[in-house]
Structure formats: structure tokens, C-alpha cells
């Protein structure tokens, strides 16, 4: 139904329908006790404890429940916490209260899990977060073959419990990924790196996922993980764009080709041509396509509110981080987007207040000290807007990008030997790693030197570099707005109107 939906409404239309037919079903049955009757059904699932008490064992434990989660997330009108939130309920005593309280769910799937040699050990149990009764529980002693098998069994048993269904055939039918457990297991490995989301621990999920399809060139999800890493290291400039998204193209295709009913490669695809292709329809068809493909993917809505940002869309953008927010409502990188979106709306007071939530749950999280530097930077509190910076680069060990916001901040604020000194840094990195030439050109806006800028700028269009998809909505530029050359720029990027 979705699919028809995208075929035949406009954007505008298709999004405004989408957040209609996204939000909980209203399905309840007082009668029948032993089911959860709810207005919206909702679930956590929570990590699965390692009864191995072995630490390299957490990935299998850990992509169990995330497995689980995927499942259950193509489970019609069904509100599936993403992982990252789920993630922070970890440990044998969980407070189902706090659960219900922090994540808005009326459900609750925990369990252990415990391997030895061929053999798996699988308890699993649901309950009701209102009442604290439990509602279901099994236990599965299998092979480690088996596994996609018991994924299934306990998706389909929690969908008869809280009366749902599968939105597509499909993905309710038992087929397996792959029949590989040793290339499950490293999927499962380079998932883990992923999710650490560091530069190095993402090229060693790259490593684990090409390992995991030297196995089994047929398993889909290894591509779209390497999709995933690809478009991480572009988006941070920890590789050139030429070097990061063409990758993360090849990817993602590769998985679609295998497995056409897999959302993440869809949102990949979208990032491509969003910030490299700079194809923004395409862009747009993609996101939509991640999400009509599973509405719960907390991080699908999320790169699609970059998307309707940098369109200057932002009551649609405002819609769609809020849906990210309401699936994943612990992730500091979501609230810190919710933060940034705010930002190049120009309402740089709320930007603030929102940045400074997320440093309350985090103190160390680098990107939302970058935004924060950037909104306090258009109130001309210039100290702080510095400080933020200065501790976020010490986190990120000099992260360039960062370095050339706070070269333009100390030009603007009139420090020019400081700007300088970072113009110095950058060049000597550029002999190392990647540098993005965007962020030279802000140094040289901070400084006044105009000729110099578009020079940076020209040579970033070269890089193809994904920062000018903010051509017109960053306020750093609003000196040479009126420039004739920058007016050319904004045109050969195709930025709409």
C-alpha cells in the first residue's frame, strides 16, 4: 500500500500521508485476557544478557535482540524502539517502570542467551509494562543453524500476542539470510564496530563485512553494512567524497540486488545522491522508499531530515526528526540533529537549549559540541562558541572539520593570528588525511579574503564534497552572498530555489 501511495502522491502529499499511517495502530481486545490490550502497540526489546559472561561474545548476544528488533520493525501499526535507545537498558535488573517511562512503550522483550560449541540456549519473555505480568515466554534449545529460525518463531510469537501483522509476505516467510553461521557471526561482528561509529572501528566493520561475504557472496546485509560504514566516513570527512560515497553506491546497489525488501540500502542510496550526486529527487525517492519499507527506522527518518533541512523544508524536516526522536528517544545523535536543524532554521536560542539537553545525557559527544559552537557563533558569543569547539577537536583528536569552524570564528571574532595558525594545521594535515577544501574556504571567509574563498570553494565542487548541499543555509557565508561567483556556485551545485 505504501509503495502505491509513493508512486502516486507528490512529496508534500506522500509525507503528510506517511506520518498518518505511521503513527501506532488502534487495535485492543479487553476480552481476551492473555493479550496486551493497548490503544498503540508498542515494544522494547531489550539486550539479551550473555550468559556466557564472556565480553567477546556481547556482538552475538547484541545482534540477537537487534535481529529480533529488525523483525519485529516490518510488524504493521507496531512502534519498535530502535536499538540504540533499547541498548541503554542493559544488565540482569532492568526497571520495567523506568523502561516504560524513558522509551513510551507498553511492552517489554527480554531474555538470555547462551552458547556452547554447535548449540544455542534462547529464553525469551514479554511483558507488560503497565502491569508488570508477563505475558509469553519460551525457551529454545537449538543448533546454532537454527538461529534465524528462533528469530522468527519468537517475531511471530510476540505479533500474536499483541495482534499485529506482517506489512509484507515476504518478510514473514522462514528463509534465511545466508546459510553461513560463521558469516552470520562476522555480520554480527561488523555491526558491533558500527555501532561504535569511530573512524577506525568503522573500517573494522568494513573489514568484517567483506570477510562475512568472502563466505557468502549472496548475503545481502554485509552490503548494506558496508553501505553504511561508507556513508559514516564521507559524512565525517574521514575519507574523500570520491572515496567514500561511490562506495557506499556500489554497496547498497549490490544489496538491493539481492534482497529488494531491505530498507537500509534504500536510505544509503538516498545519502548518496543527496550529498554526492546532489540528485535531490532522487534523494527524496530513496528516503521515502527506506521508510514506506520499514516505518520504524529510527535512522532512515533521520537522514531524511538532513535531507528536507538543507531543502529548507523545515516544518516537514521538524516532522520527520520527531519521528526519529519518538522511535529512538535516547540517541544523543538524533536529539543532536533535532539541535542542528533548528540551527539553520535561524532560531539559533532554541538550537542552543536543545545542544545543551544532549550534553546533559552526554558531555563527550563532539558533534553536538560542534553545533552548539556554531549556534552560539551567530549570537556573537564568540568565547563559548570557541570553547565548544576546542572540546570537541580534543575529543575527535583534531577533527579538520572542526578545526575550520573555529578558524572562521576566530577570523570573524578578529583574531586573525589564531585563524592563521589553523590555516597552518590544516595544511599539514592535508599532507596526512583528508581535508575538505569547504573548510579552508571558511577560514578564508572569517579572514576577509574573498578571492581566496572562492578559490577553496571551486576546489571543494571539485572534491564534490558534501557540505556544499549548505551553500544557502549556512549563515558563514552571508558575506559573499551577493557575489556574483557564489551565486554560480550555488547554481552548479543545483541547490533549489
Known amino acids: 500500500m505504501l509503495m502505491q501511495l509513493q508512486k502516486q502522491l507528490s512529496a508534500g502529499t506522500f509525507l503528510a500521508v506517511l506520518v498518518l499511517m505511521i503513527e501506532p495502530g488502534c487495535k485492543s481486545d479487553a476480552n481476551k485476557a492473555n493479550q496486551i490490550a493497548k490503544p498503540d502497540p508498542s515494544i522494547a526489546v531489550l539486550p539479551f544478557v550473555n550468559l ?13 535482540t537487534e535481529g529480533i528488533i529488525n523483525s519485529l520493525s516490518y510488524l504493521k501499526g507496531l512502534k519498535v524502539s530502535a536499538p540504540f535507545s533499547s541498548f541503554k537498558f542493559s544488565g540482569k535488573n ?50 546454532m543453524d537454527d538461529i ?39 555480520y554480527l561482528k561488523g555491526r558491533a564496530s558500527w555501532n561504535i561509529g569511530t573512524p577506525p572501528e568503522l573500517r573494522k566493520g568494513i573489514d568484517f563485512f567483506q570477510q562475512a561475504i568472502a563466505i557468502d557472496s549472496s548475503y545481502a546485509a554485509p552490503y548494506s553494512g ?43 542510496l538516498g545519502y548518496y545522491k543527496f550529498y554526492y550526486e546532489w540528485d535531490w529527487a532522487a534523494a527524496e525517492q530513496e528516503f521515502r522508499m527506506a521508510i514506506a519499507l520499514n516505518p520504524n527506522y529510527a535512522l532512515g527518518y533521520d537522514w531524511y531530515g538532513y535531507y528536507l533541512t538543507a531543502m529548507r523544508r523545515y516544518d516537514e524536516a521538524a516532522v520527520i526528526l520527531n519521528k526519529a526522536a519518538e522511535l529512538d528517544p535516547l540517541s544523543v545523535r538524533i536529539a543532536t540533529d533535532v539541535g542542528f536543524s533548528t540551527y539553520y532554521r535561524g532560531n539559533y536560542d532554541l538550537a542552543i537549549e536543545k545542544l545543551q539537553k544532549v550534553l ?22 564568540y568565547p563559548e562558541a570557541i570553547n565548544a569547539y576546542e572540546s570537541g577537536i580534543k575529543i575527535m583528536s583534531g577533527w579538520p572539520v572542526a578545526l575550520g569552524s573555529m578558524g572562521n570564528i576566530y577570523g570573524v571574532a578578529g583574531n586573525k593570528a589564531e585563524a592563521r595558525k589553523i590555516l597552518d594545521t590544516l595544511s599539514a594535515f592535508s599532507q596526512k588525511i583528508y581535508v575538505s577544501s569547504y573548510g579552508v574556504a571558511l ?55
Open 52 to 64: 556466557n559472561n564472556e565480553p567477546g561474545q556481547e556482538y552475538f548476544s547484541n545482534g540477537l
Open 94 to 143: 532492568v526497571d520495567i517502570n523506568e523502561v516504560e517511562k524513558d522509551l513510551g512503550v507498553h511492552a517489554v522483550l527480554e531474555g538470555s542467551v547462551e552458547r556452547e560449541g554447535d548449540k544455542v540456549s534462547i529464553t525469551a519473555k514479554l511483558i507488560n509494562t503497565k502491569e508488570g505480568s508477563q505475558y509469553w515466554s519460551e525457551k529454545y534449545d537449538e543448533k
Open 148 to 186: 534465524f529460525s528462533i528469530q522468527n518463531k519468537i517475531t511471530s510469537a510476540i505479533a500474536d500476542k499483541l495482534e499485529v501483522t506482517f506489512m509484507n509476505t515476504k518478510l514473514s516467510n522462514s528463509k534465511k539470510p545466508t546459510t553461513s553461521i560463521k558469516a552470520y557471526e562476522l
Open 226 to 268: 558496508i553501505a553504511d560504514c561508507y556513508t559514516a566516513l564521507g559524512y565525517g570527512s574521514f575519507l574523500s567524497p570520491k572515496e567514500s560515497f561511490p562506495k557506499a553506491l556500489e554497496a547498497a546497489t549490490k544489496a538491493l540486488k539481492l534482497d529488494s525488501t531491505l530498507a537500509e540500502p534504500h536510505a544509503s
Open 360 to 381: 546533559k545525557l552526554n558531555p563527550h559527544f563532539a558533534l553536538a559540541m560542534f553545533w552548539l559552537g556554531r549556534a552560539y557563533q551567530e549570537k556573537k558569543m
Open 443 to 497: 577560514v578564508q571567509i572569517g579572514l576577509g579574503e574573498v578571492d581566496k574563498t572562492f578559490y577553496w570553494l571551486n576546489n571543494a565542487y571539485d572534491e564534490r564534497t558534501h557540505w556544499l548541499v549548505w551553500l544557502k543555509s549556512d549563515p558563514r557565508w552571508r558575506p559573499i552572498q551577493s557575489d556574483k561567483r557564489f551565486k554560480e556556485l550555488v547554481n552548479k551545485v543545483g541547490l533549489p530555489n
